[in-house]
């Protein structure tokens, strides 16, 4: 496996026979907890930034030379967007007063982005259709991670107003 492939799967992830874009998310939202743990929210959002910028380019070079498009095993987006969707999850649950907010956020961070990822509704299914190349793989995963960010932060929210 060259570098490139290995960024495109994130470490691997993305080769799982069963449910790659699931194992994606769930090797992204583990590795977004321990930069946010280690290092802080802006170093977590930075490498998110980079990823997407990476990854339209790297999604766009390795379609050029396979002419294979859009595979199942590039979970680099899912990446990205899990941790838009955790960042603003937890930004949340860091305001909130309750017992467990941050656990709650982490899952149900996941969980709505895992949500608006499969869904694809509106703008996020109009990019997946009609956008092709890197842009096109990332962004859907982008707009589906604000997407659930957003609904975790209200449903915790809404939580926060029953306490």
């Known amino acids: 496996m060259n570098l490139q492939k ?3 799967t994130f470490g691997g992830a993305g080769l799982s026979p069963k449910a790659p874009a699931a194992v994606g998310t769930l090797a992204a939202l583990l590795a ?3 930069v946010l743990y280690y290092f802080g929210m802006e ?30 095993y590039i979970v680099i987006d899912k990446a990205a967007g ?3 969707s955790l960042m603003i999850a937890i930004s949340t649950a860091e305001a909130m007063s309750y017992p467990y907010a941050e656990v709650l956020a982490i899952l149900f961070s996941f969980a709505a982005f ?22 096109g793989v990332m962004m859907d995963d982008v707009l589906s991670g604000i997407a659930g960010g957003l609904l975790a932060a209200v449903i915790l929210m809404g939580i926060g107003r029953l306490f």
Request: hydrophobic share 50%; aromatic share 14%.
């Open 82 to 84: 899990m941790w838009l």
């Open 114 to 135: 895992r949500l608006f990822d499969m869904w694809k509704p509106s703008t996020i299914g109009w990019i997946n259709r009609e956008i092709k190349g890197g842009l």
């Open 32 to 34: 977004g907890l321990v």
């Open 6 to 8: 290995l960024f495109l």
């Open 43 to 72: 170093t977590l959002f930075m490498l998110t930034l980079a990823i997407t910028v990476m990854g339209i380019f790297e999604i766009n070079k390795y379609e050029k030379e396979t002419e294979i498009y859009d595979q199942q």
